[in-house]
């Protein structure tokens, strides 16, 4: 099995996670620091994307779709991002405003059917969940009941000292409508960019067992499983979530010994 800790590949902080590099069958991330005036383009051939402005500000083009110049956040801990939904069969261009961090979603896309469109913040569904220091807080960049053909996509931030994507929750069994099965990565970023937190990927028998401390800037992959997050005292945790699966909805399975926790 492929490491499920990804870090950025050299000093650009670039990211590559590809079906064949994860070793599974759907989810795609790429991360990319582009400079002002850089461009990066791609075609999506047989699968769809989410450019998520995770940064900065950028223009974004895709066949008749010019977007201008979007972005507002210059951290991912500012605000709600800006993000376009470009699907198969086309090509995209981004064009860097300013410094720009720009994640590339991808997950298949069997039917092409759907046109390019911009996702603006005031377009973004946000929730807090938990409570005490189980809090967080959640941006609904691509959810189910958006139009898409594979893809989820979700931000959140978790504040110091608190847990996340807890108590442990797994998707990983194509048992609808109880469990969904579905691929998933973490982009994760500390605020301040110092600090570190820990994610666990592990299933019930423990064939897999993975406790992993992450930095700013790292990926990790969760190919099935529980994978719980804890952040430490004095240090926010961002992560971008990428979701895809046979079918296209988020259907989880709680650990039983753990679940008297949402009861609490």
Known sequence: MPNLLVKPSDHSHRIDVTPHSAGWTYVGFGLHQLA?????????????VCLVLVAG????????????????????????PWSVYVPGGSDWRVT??????????????????????????????QETRGKGSNVRHVTNILPEWEPASSLLVVEVITPGGNTSSYPPHKHDQDNLPHESALEETYYHRLNPPQGFAFQRVYTDDRSLD?????????????????HPCATIHGYDLYYLNVMAGPRRTWKFHNAVEHEWLLKA
């Not at 002002?36 to 769809?48: F, H, M, V, W, Y």
């Not at 083009?61 to 110049?69: C, Q």
């Not at 860097?96 to 005031?122: F, G, Q, Y």
């Open 96 to 125: 860097a405003e300013t410094e720009l961090t720009l994640a590339v979603c991808s997950a298949p896309d069997a039917s092409k059917a759907l046109p390019a469109r911009v996702i603006a913040p005031s377009d973004l569904h």
């Open 36 to 48: 002002p005036g850089a461009t990066l383009s791609a075609e999506t051939g047989d699968r769809e």
């Open 210 to 226: 993975e406790a992993m401390a992450v930095e700013d800037g790292d990926v990790t992959l969760v190919p099935r499983g529980y």
């Open 57 to 80: 500000k950028g223009r974004v083009t895709s066949g008749t779709l010019d977007t201008g110049v979007i972005g507002e956040r210059m951290s991912p801990f500012e605000g709600k």
